[in-house]
């Protein structure tokens, strides 16, 4: 690792580059270098991002029909309750990242090098583009490894399974994994940015909240499945959907796998959405 101050020696002032981006970076590098600098800062931004964005989506469960988003939710009848919610923090959030997480980044630290940290901030055009790439590559990792153990019984038995013991997602269910999913999900996570030598600002924090929003059971007009065109992105009505019938929307985050491969299933909200989400459950 850097010495803090050689390194602050070597880093060019917020006026020494017109990078629209620049100013947060030397931000981060000269009052937080510690921080950023070490091997946990991606475990500790992945959790607090992953409680951060939960939040909204526990306030709309907690209010239910008293809401006025209620009317999105996916399977009405299907309302998580405040102990899942905790239990699933304990365990899964708590106890994964304590027990599998954190020694996981002790080892890949003591085996793999830690990667110099630039003093240049990255453009807004390679912040979308490397974070895009990013996205990509891990659906695709993601969609074949999903549906390998969807197809097969012993894995899907033994490392999957847990994963559906929610019928009806709900955001805190987002980390609801397995030891073997989440070190797979964590692993490429890492390596993935890596591999395209992507600015330490181009951390997954996007595809984190994409996650917990896919996970929400709420179809909301503004999520970005609806803001994106041609129904690229699968969203939350995807993976609820997935949910209810899982031989159906494998993919993470687009939709062009399940499309090619036959697994796509989706559905415009009606007002008889109800009826078809009880039909599908039966």
């Known amino acids: 690792m850097w010495n803090i101050t050689e390194v602050a020696l070597q880093l060019p002032t ?3 580059s017109d990078r629209l981006l620049q100013p947060l970076w030397d931000y981060l590098l ?3 270098f510690t921080l950023v600098s070490s091997p946990f800062f991606p475990v500790l931004l992945a959790f607090s991002s992953y409680v951060i964005f939960r939040v909204p989506f526990t306030i709309l469960d907690v209010l239910g029909e008293i809401s006025s988003l209620f009317k999105y939710k996916i399977q009405k009848e299907r309302r998580p309750t405040i102990m899942p919610m905790l239990r699933t923090l304990g365990t899964d959030d708590l106890y994964n990242h304590l027990v599998f997480v954190l020694p996981a980044v002790l080892i890949t630290n003591v085996v793999m090098p830690t990667p110099p940290i630039p003093a240049v901030a990255p453009t807004v055009w390679e912040l979308i583009s490397d974070g895009l790439g990013v996205l990509l590559i891990f659906d ?4 074949f490894w999903h549906l390998v153990h969807h197809k097969n019984p012993h894995l899907y038995r033994w490392v999957y399974a847990i994963h559906h013991d929610y019928i009806s997602p709900f955001s805190w269910s987002t980390q609801h994994l397995s030891a073997v999913e ?3 999900v964590g692993f490429w ?6 591999l395209l030598k992507c600015h330490p600002l181009t951390l997954t924090v996007f595809s984190i909240w994409m996650s917990v929003e896919e996970h929400i059971g709420y179809d909301l007009p503004y999520s970005p499945s609806h803001l994106v065109p041609f129904g690229l992105l699968g969203g939350a009505m995807a993976h609820d959907i997935h949910h209810q019938k899982p031989s159906s929307n494998f993919a993470p985050f687009f939709s062009h796998w399940d499309r090619f491969f036959g697994t796509a299933v989706t559905v415009k909200w009606t007002k008889k959405i109800d ?3 009880e039909k599908v459950l039966a």
Do not use: G, V
């Open 30 to 32: 000269f009052q937080h």
């Open 275 to 277: 009826k078809w989400c």
């Open 189 to 194: 996570s890492n390596i993935d940015p890596i």
């Open 140 to 143: 695709a990792q993601y969609f």
């Open 182 to 184: 989440l070190t797979t």
């Open 14 to 16: 917020s006026t020494a």
